[in-house]
């Protein structure tokens, strides 16, 4: 039972590069206020549970407590009580977390799943319109979007409340629409033994097609990794960067456009992730939408749908406040 001034929850996000915690507190009527999010490195710490202690240690600081629930969001396969990062080397275990930190409950999601949870209880105003429509109220919306993976998932609204099924839909089989794709799956194939829509769309990814543009066009490689490859297309100061941008977010838009119609997502599309937020004027062009609803003879099936961005960076924060156990389903 939640208490009238709210119950604290400590709540993370984690990913392949990035771990963010906060503490949430979650309301009876389904408000959640975060308090100042923490990020941390993945790659500077052993695991989740180190990062756990280090930010333990700053609410004691603080002069806070630690939380007695927890739920942590993370980038890969989720439904067990440990679970091992797609692209990061840690294994998160919530009975181990349990034990060290004295959680009453630790519960584990997918981050999409996390992302999704969220949408319903975001404000219109945190979205960017990409294509108007009018949402189904009775339909899925599907949630998917690049960061250091692609990852994808549906909430569905149940009665008065949502249901949320994570979903690893990034890892399909990347499938190129034009002549340009084709050669830069050709060029991938030789390297990497499956090509998923993942391995394309993502910040890697976008290394990726980068790398094979240059090698395509025989020029040198000027830049390092999404760091540098996403601001130089978004400043236009190299125009293998730029069309590398151009080629991620059409691929977006491909594999935006199979969700909605594999999963009859006629509620909405959201599109979030970090590399989303950074090559934002790409996903405003009018080809991102064109090619979205290019679907042969289902182009029509879009026509209600509405595509939306999500601007909110701590989202998935505060969609794991609402997988926690003490929360009313």
């Not at 066009?217 to 100061?237: K, Q, S």
Request: glycine share 10%.
């Amino acid at each position: 039972m939640l208490e009238a001034a709210g119950t604290r929850v400590l709540v993370g996000d984690v990913g392949g590069t990035n771990a963010r915690l906060a503490v949430a507190t979650v309301y009876p009527d389904g408000a959640v206020v975060l308090d100042e999010a923490r990020r941390k490195k993945v790659a500077d710490h052993a695991d989740l549970e180190a990062v756990v202690q280090v930010v333990r240690d700053e609410l004691k600081a603080d002069g806070q407590t630690i939380p007695d629930h927890a739920v942590f969001a993370l980038a890969g396969p989720t439904g067990a009580e440990t679970v091992h990062l797609t692209n990061a080397n840690w294994t998160v275990s919530a009975a181990s977390m349990k034990a060290r930190f004295g959680f009453d409950s630790v519960t584990l999601v997918n981050d999409f799943a996390a992302q999704a949870r969220a949408v319903p209880a975001t404000a219109a105003d945190r979205f960017e319109v990409l294509k108007d429509g009018i949402a189904r109220a009775d339909a899925p919306i599907v949630v998917l979007g690049p960061g250091t993976g692609l990852g994808q998932a549906l909430v569905m609204p149940v009665g008065t409340s949502w249901r949320v099924i994570p979903t690893e839909g990034g890892h399909q089989a990347f499938a190129p629409v034009s002549e340009r794709e084709q050669a830069i799956l050709a060029l991938l194939q030789r390297s990497v033994i499956y090509v998923s829509f993942e391995t394309l769309v993502s910040g890697p990814g976008l290394d990726r097609i980068y790398r094979s543009i240059c090698a395509l066009d025989g020029i040198g490689i000027r830049l390092a990794g999404a760091p540098e490859i996403g601001p130089a297309a978004v400043a236009g100061d190299d125009p293998a960067a730029v069309e590398a941008a151009e080629v991620l977010s059409l691929c977006l838009a491909t594999f935006a456009g199979d969700a909605i119609v594999a999963t009859g997502a006629q509620g909405g599309c959201v599109i979030a992730g970090g590399v989303s937020e950074a090559l934002a004027p790409f996903l405003r062009h009018p080809r991102f939408i064109e090619r979205l609803v290019a679907k042969g003879p289902m182009t029509h099936y879009f026509e209600p749908v509405p595509v939306r961005r999500a601007r909110d960076g701590f989202a998935a924060l505060t969609g794991a406040a609402l997988f926690a156990p003490l929360f009313p389903a």
